[in-house]
């Protein structure tokens, strides 16, 4: 269906006065009357359930698979890419296109920022044509900071940069913000647009490829569930009507998981469990949404309480260390890196060599013809990266990636992605030009930074090429959080630092 279509079928539930008054509401007093009688609690299970609702695993795991099926029961959404805002709207949906990762803080009040490590470059060019992204926030609100601030201030700074780049004084750079957002903010927040487009531009970002397929500027529209089973359109300052007949925009549908009016007696009425996405580890028991999708029908039916709830979890994470799928795999063109999560390696064509970053080590080396072990921490709290691990994944990558003799070189890990991401970073950063064909030591990055390590043939590389070097791993990936800041301050100082390795 096209999106046009699909505005005219759109239920607007809520009046719009309606909706600014309990976004303006941030202590809102919402109904939170579950109707839980299907299931008969012990008295053990009720003081569970009642002493801290926010912790709750056994209610927030029914509100995740609530909202979903929410979400799914609504064939009117229109058929564009579909992501989760990290890390929250992860817990909404078992199938999402990608993920993007805006953050509310950056879009408090007095505090509005564009972050250049989250200039989510990826969903740009996903969005050329329209993509939908899911997010929640707490009980009293209906839309989070992310959707109200954060993503318009993204999408008016991007909108101005491929202005610039494509030369087109009719593309749109206006600050869409919603409605309830108050004119003296509205104004505040304009007045540092422009700080913001140059700071970005300033940074060396290359743009080069969101404005080869950015051709319509991108508009922040919001819906959220109205509690009664639609969904409604908030719309953005304009009359409907005008909203319809808009086509001069790629819209950025903000999807809120939160509802607008609790409906009593429904599992849809409690809206948001406070730290039910961006603060999990608070009530998940090492759940994460990869393993709740994945197990999600041996966790939870209208006969299990919370008790049943807290031993399934216990029992599948304990069998699962890290949340991972069988494999994922991501193909870096025309490289020859692939990135690949998970319990084992598939199968592959062809010749490869394995560079196995695991913390862990499971593989057995004598499966391949060619490996190496060079483990790398996955979380910031783990520990640093030596710049010795680093040359060592330089020295194996560099005989199978360089020509003629060139063989896939698959970086590994059992537990997650920022691993194989550092090591992908590495490489491209230093064999790599922009559109990721191999050019060795020829490499130039055209400013003043040298790297005298005598490993290296000396050549110059920036902060902000190795940055436009993590575009590339995103573009692939579809993440949109890249690896913790206290890594990618590691690798900038390898490749930067004026002292010897």
Same mark, same amino acid.
Request: with cysteine.
């Given at each position: 269906?096209?999106?046009?279509?699909?505005?005219?079928?759109?239920?607007?539930?809520?009046?719009?006065?309606?909706?600014?008054?309990?976004?303006?509401?941030?202590?809102?007093?919402?109904?939170?009357?579950?109707?839980?009688?299907?299931?008969?609690?012990?008295?053990?299970?009720?003081?569970?359930?009642?002493?801290?609702?926010?912790?709750?695993?056994?209610?927030?795991?029914?509100?995740?698979?609530?909202?979903?099926?929410?979400?799914?029961?609504?064939?009117?959404?229109?058929?564009?890419?579909?992501?989760?805002?990290?890390?929250?709207?992860?817990?909404?949906?078992?199938?999402?296109?990608?993920?993007?990762?805006?953050?509310?803080?950056?879009?408090?009040?007095?505090?509005?920022?564009?972050?250049?490590?989250?200039?989510?470059?990826?969903?740009?060019?996903?969005?050329?044509?329209?993509?939908?992204?899911?997010?929640?926030?707490?009980?009293?609100?209906?839309?989070?900071?992310?959707?109200?601030?954060?993503?318009?201030?993204?999408?008016?700074?991007?909108?101005?940069?491929?202005?610039?780049?494509?030369?087109?004084?009719?593309?749109?750079?206006?600050?869409?913000?919603?409605?309830?957002?108050?004119?003296?903010?509205?104004?505040?927040?304009?007045?540092?647009? #422009?700080?913001?487009?140059?700071? +970005?531009?300033?940074? %060396?970002? /290359?743009?080069? @490829?969101? *404005? $080869?397929? =950015?051709?319509?500027?991108?508009?922040?529209?919001?819906?959220?569930?109205?509690?009664?089973?639609?969904?409604?359109?908030?719309?953005?300052?304009?009359?409907?009507?005008?909203?319809?007949?808009?086509?001069?925009?790629?819209?950025?549908?903000?999807?809120?998981?939160?509802?607008?009016?609790?409906?009593?007696?429904? #599992?849809?009425?409690?809206?948001? +469990?406070?730290?039910? %996405?961006? /603060?999990?580890? @608070?009530? *998940? $028991?090492? =759940?994460?949404?990869?393993?709740?999708?994945?197990?999600?029908?041996?966790?939870?039916?209208?006969?299990?309480?919370?008790?049943?709830?807290?031993?399934?979890?216990?029992?599948?994470?304990?069998?699962?260390?890290?949340?991972?799928?069988?494999?994922?795999?991501?193909?870096?063109?025309?490289?020859?890196?692939?990135?690949?999560?998970?319990?084992?390696?598939?199968?592959?064509? %062809?010749?490869?060599?394995?560079?196995?970053?695991?913390?862990?080590?499971?593989?057995?080396?004598?499966?391949?013809?060619?490996?190496?072990?060079?483990?790398?921490?996955?979380?910031?709290?783990?520990?640093?990266?030596?710049?010795?691990?680093?040359?060592?994944?330089?020295?194996?990558?560099?005989?199978?990636?360089?020509?003629?003799?060139?063989?896939?070189?698959?970086?590994?890990?059992?537990?997650?992605?920022?691993?194989?991401?550092?090591?992908?970073?590495?490489?491209?950063?230093?064999?790599?030009?922009?559109?990721?064909?191999?050019?060795?030591?020829?490499?130039?990055?055209?400013?003043?930074?040298?790297?005298?390590?005598?490993?290296?043939?000396?050549?110059?590389?920036?902060?902000?090429?190795?940055?436009?070097?993590?575009?590339?791993?995103?573009?692939?990936?579809?993440?949109?959080?890249?690896?913790?800041?206290?890594?990618?301050?590691?690798?900038?100082?390898?490749?930067?630092?004026?002292?010897?390795?």
């Amino acid at each position: 269906m096209e999106l046009t279509q699909y505005l005219k079928s759109v239920k607007s539930v809520l009046p719009i006065s309606v909706l600014l008054e309990d976004e303006a509401n941030k202590e809102g007093d919402f109904e939170d009357d579950d109707d839980e009688t299907q299931y008969n609690f012990s008295r053990e299970e009720e003081a569970m359930f009642t002493a801290d609702p926010s912790k709750s695993l056994y209610r927030a795991l029914r509100k995740r698979i609530a909202v979903k099926y929410h979400f799914d029961s609504h064939s009117k959404l229109p058929r564009i890419p579909l992501f989760a805002n990290l890390r929250c709207g992860l817990w909404y949906s078992s199938h999402f296109d990608g993920s993007a990762y805006f953050k509310s803080t950056d879009g408090h009040y007095g505090q509005w920022q564009i972050n250049q490590s989250r200039l989510n470059l990826h969903f740009a060019e996903a969005a050329c044509n329209g993509a939908i992204i899911v997010d929640s926030t707490r009980k009293g609100k209906i839309f989070p900071d992310s959707f109200s601030r954060t993503i318009p201030i993204w999408a008016c700074v991007i909108n101005r940069l491929i202005a610039t780049e494509r030369k087109d004084p009719l593309y749109d750079t206006t600050l869409h913000l919603p409605p309830w957002i108050t004119q003296a903010e509205q104004s505040r927040v304009n007045s540092l647009i #422009d700080h913001f487009v140059q700071t +970005i531009r300033n940074s %060396g970002v /290359d743009l080069s @490829s969101v *404005s $080869k397929v =950015l051709h319509k500027p991108l508009r922040p529209l919001w819906i959220c569930n109205s509690g009664d089973g639609s969904l409604s359109l908030t719309p953005n300052g304009t009359s409907m009507e005008e909203l319809i007949e808009q086509k001069e925009y790629a819209p950025l549908i903000c999807l809120s998981a939160s509802s607008g009016r609790g409906v009593k007696g429904t #599992d849809m009425d409690t809206m948001y +469990i406070p730290g039910a %996405g961006d /603060d999990h580890e @608070s009530w *998940s $028991k090492g =759940l994460t949404p990869e393993l709740f999708w994945k197990h999600r029908e041996q966790l939870i039916d209208e006969n299990t309480g919370p008790m049943d709830v807290e031993r399934r979890v216990s029992k599948i994470v304990a069998g699962h260390s890290r949340c991972v799928e069988d494999h994922r795999m991501y193909a870096i063109p025309p490289t020859g890196m692939i990135l690949c999560v998970g319990e084992h390696i598939p199968s592959i064509s %062809g010749p490869f060599a394995v560079l196995d970053c695991s913390p862990r080590m499971t593989l057995e080396p004598t499966d391949f013809d060619s490996y190496e072990y060079i483990p790398m921490p996955e979380e910031k709290t783990d520990s640093q990266i030596d710049p010795s691990t680093l040359l060592r994944i330089v020295e194996f990558s560099q005989r199978h990636l360089t020509p003629p003799n060139k063989r896939d070189v698959v970086i590994y890990s059992n537990s997650g992605l920022n691993g194989p991401t550092c090591v992908s970073l590495c490489l491209l950063t230093r064999f790599y030009d922009g559109e990721g064909e191999w050019i060795g030591d020829k490499k130039d990055m055209s400013q003043v930074i040298v790297v005298p390590s005598p490993q290296f043939i000396e050549r110059q590389i920036t902060k902000g090429g190795i940055r436009n070097m993590l575009m590339i791993i995103e573009r692939v990936v579809k993440r949109g959080k890249g690896p913790p800041r206290v890594f990618m301050n590691q690798i900038n100082k390898f490749f930067l630092s004026k002292e010897d390795k």
